[in-house]
């Protein structure tokens, strides 16, 4: 093994170890000290340890360095790291680097300035501060055209004025898998925990976490600035000016993830996401603050499915959601948000605005505050039935345009509980009916200054007949103008619904099992009362996501192959069948 730092030069390469096309293995060496070169250009690379790594068939293993790498000649300076300049067919393996300084005009890391060819670093770590004005910054690697980050850790600032800043890597073009990020990162655009960003449609960030607080001001996030996400987390708190997210600045996938940070920015700023075209399976929690278009899990976003957000929204202007700011040409299905809202205009308890093709069996339960199109639900659709199959529960209040589910209406097999207050055009479902609500009910109270005011509604088109109803006790309101005002009593009896199907959308497919037996849930208990033993005992008696019922019997036909249709059987004939069946089996001890 060398230690020390060795001189060891070429006319292209500066190192500790001078090691170019050569095949062979460096092992347990280290280097400390200053390397330092006043007429340095584009073609020098210059590391702690090695200069250039080109070895095809074997690698750098268990190496450190701690020394400071300075290129500061007059030409476009690039290709610095704490370890290696730039490394291409090499694979680094459980080393670490904690230069105290470094420096080029471009491509400078922690471990390694540019990275290519099929290159790998795996289990390796930095401990460093960085504060450089360059583009291309990294805690491991500064830019990487082609190679792998597998294992690695970063505990560092990294702080820069330029772009594609990240606390591994600042630009990737490849995978990065099982990392962490610790610390602070603070640049311009492109800006990530983990990285600034990660190009190319089948490349991306997995397994990976990052706690890191990122600065930036477009494209930012706790995790990365921008790119691909699967299977990771973010903590960190985030804030910037546009396409903010707790976990991707502007993600295009995003699967398994969630972020749980402080998100604040101005446009596009969201609790996960600012803007992404694909998210599933995904949650965000925390506070999310910003401008416009801002939501609890995205700013913006097309195709969102099985997500939910939960914590406070603010926004000091428009399109503003608990789930999502702006939804578009997409669906958003099977989510539902638990976020408080507070924004001016287009404000919705799980969307701002939605003008996509659908949004499906999803819900929002949290308070709603706004000026004008202002919903429980939604603030404003375009002027077509989007929703169907969904619900809020939420108070709202706000001026104009304000609804329980909607400000503008747009809705099918839908209804809202929620008590609602403003000014003008102000329902339990709608503040005015502009989009079409057909098999649709309200409860809440309805109060209003202004006398555009309805129970469920103020109606826009005469020719809507809806089939939809509400609540006129509860509501204080008695018109008809968008739906039948109904008595309680009336409003719990399913006799009152005409044409509603009860046998499919009203039934109880969606009814939530049980996640253990109650005999159990009391043996446990009794188990505790009768010892009492000093200290707590943790029994985990249910599971996120619950599932229904529907989706069991789906999962049962899936592991059993089973094809024949399983048909839905009402609740007007399973009851007596299970009354009949009871009666018949408490006799014999059934």
């Not at 477009?218 to 990771?232: C, F, M, Q, T």
């Not at 202004?450 to 809806?466: D, L, M, T, W």
């Not at 739906?483 to 509603?500: D, G, I, L, S």
Request: charged share 15%.
């Amino acid at each position: 093994s060398t230690v020390g730092l060795l001189a060891g030069t070429s006319s292209y390469e500066f190192g500790g170890i001078g090691l170019n096309n050569g095949i062979g293995r460096i092992e347990n060496s280290s280097a400390q000290g200053y390397i330092y070169n006043s007429e340095a250009t584009y073609e020098v690379y210059s590391g702690g340890l090695v200069g250039l790594a080109n070895v095809m068939n074997d690698s750098i293993i268990g190496c450190t360095a701690k020394v400071s790498v300075i290129h500061n000649g007059n030409n476009n300076t690039k290709n610095v790291g704490g370890l290696i300049g730039r490394m291409s067919n090499t694979t680094v393996m459980n080393c670490s680097a904690s230069p105290d300084t470094l420096y080029a005009k471009e491509n400078v890391g922690g471990i390694v300035g540019l990275m290519d060819g099929k290159s790998i670093i795996i289990g390796c770590s930095t401990n460093c501060e960085l504060n450089l004005n360059i583009n291309y910054l990294g805690g491991i690697a500064g830019r990487v055209d082609n190679g792998k980050l597998i294992d690695c850790h970063t505990d560092s600032r990294i702080i820069s004025s330029g772009d594609y800043i990240g606390g591994l890597a600042g630009l990737s073009a490849d995978t990065i898998s099982n990392c962490s990020a610790n610390g602070f990162v603070s640049g311009r655009n492109y800006v990530g925990g983990i990285a600034g960003s990660i190009s190319g449609t089948s490349k991306g960030c997995y397994y990976s976490t990052s706690t890191a607080t990122v600065q930036g001001q477009k494209n930012v996030g706790s995790l990365l600035g921008y790119g691909r996400a699967i299977d990771s987390s973010a903590s960190g708190d985030v804030s910037g000016d546009t396409n903010v997210g707790g976990l991707v600045g502007y993600g295009t996938t995003i699967e398994n993830s969630f972020a749980t940070g402080h998100v604040s920015g101005k446009k596009y700023v969201g609790g996960l996401s600012g803007i992404s075209s694909t998210v599933n399976r995904c949650h965000a929690e925390g506070i999310v603050e910003g401008a416009s278009y801002v939501g609890g899990l995205l700013g913006a976003g097309s195709m969102v499915d099985s997500c939910y957000a939960s914590g406070t929204v603010v926004a000091t202007a428009d399109t503003v959601g608990g789930l999502v700011g702006w939804h578009q040409n997409g669906k958003i299905t099977r989510c539902h948000s638990t976020a408080s809202v507070t924004g001016r205009n287009i404000v919705g308890g799980l969307a701002g605005y939605t003008g996509a093709i659908a949004i499906t069996e999803s819900s929002a339960s949290g308070t709603v505050h706004g000026t004008d199109y202002v919903g429980g639900f939604l603030g404003k659709s375009k002027d077509a039935v989007v929703a169907s199959l969904c619900y809020a529960t939420g108070n709202v209040d706000g001026n104009d345009y304000i609804g329980g589910f909607s400000g503008n209406g747009g809705g099918y097999n839908c209804f809202a509980r929620g008590s609602v207050n403003g000014n003008n055009y102000v329902g339990g479902f709608a503040g005015e009916v502009q989009v079409r609500s057909t098999y649709c009910y309200s409860t809440g109270t309805v109060t209003a200054s202004e006398e555009q005011v309805s129970g469920f509604g103020v109606k826009r088109y005469s020719n809507y007949e809806s089939d939809s109803y509400y609540d006129m006790e509860n509501s204080g309101q008695s018109d008809a103008l968008g739906a039948q005002p109904r008595p309680t009593f009336n409003m719990k009896n399913k006799w009152n619904y005409e044409k509603w199907d009860f046998d499919e959308t009203w039934g109880r497919k969606d009814t939530i099992k049980a996640c253990i037996y109650v005999k159990e849930l009391v043996r446990f208990m009794l188990y505790r009362l009768e010892h009492h033993e000093q200290g707590v005992e943790l029994y985990n008696c249910c599971y996120e996501p619950a599932y229904t019922i529907e989706h069991i019997v789906q999962a049962m036909k899936k592991v059993t192959e089973l094809t024949q249709f399983v048909p839905y059987i009402p609740n007007a004939l399973i009851m007596p069948a299970a009354y009949a069946a009871q009666c018949l089996g408490s006799p014999i001890g059934i």
